[in-house]
């Protein structure tokens, strides 16, 4: 799978990339090398090993290809990934805490994390199975959208993934989110707080 550098990258920007598998993929989801597993490691699968999602980070060094290619061994699974580039972060530890959760819900959970500092960006990101969603529309709350599509319509093995975040104005407890499906289905989810800049 090959998935595009948002436009506009500059060396010192945060990318973090997120793909979404159908089926049990975990033990083989690969970046190309420079790309930093998010604290929990590799995503993983959902317990039922009905999808697996992966979250990656790096920080941009100018150098770095306009593609960027994920490989797994499992054929004939379908694939939905995307790419974000952030701002205004740590430059030296961008991601402050992560967790995740899964589950079999038409309204995902997007769990909640304890932050320790002001000012930090709340990202959701989750990996649905099949194609029961309502395209460009996570839920999520108040956040602010960046993606909710799919691999494929109609067809079997196919998978979705969505995506928004909110800032954090004061350090706490983020509260949960719901992402909005329109059945219910398996899920992984990971919620990452983004340190702002010192």
Known sequence: MTIPKPGGTSAGDLLIVAVATDGDTSATLAPPPSWN???????GHDGSGAVTFGVWWKIADGAEAADVNFDWAVDGEQAYGWMMR????DPSSPIATSAVTT????????TNLITSSDGNLILRLAG????????????????NAITMDRSN???????????????????GDTGTETYTLTAKEQYRSITLAIRPAP
């Open 86 to 89: 952030f701002t205004g972060h």
């Open 103 to 110: 589950g079999n819900l038409t309204d995902p959970i997007s």
């Open 153 to 171: 319509t109609g067809v079997q093995n196919t998978v979705s993934g969505g995506a928004g975040y909110i800032i954090q104005s004061t350090a």
């Open 37 to 43: 597993l998010n604290s929990l490691g590799l995503g």
């Open 128 to 143: 649905f199975d099949d194609d029961d969603i309502t395209l460009d529309v996570p839920g999520l709350g108040s956040h």
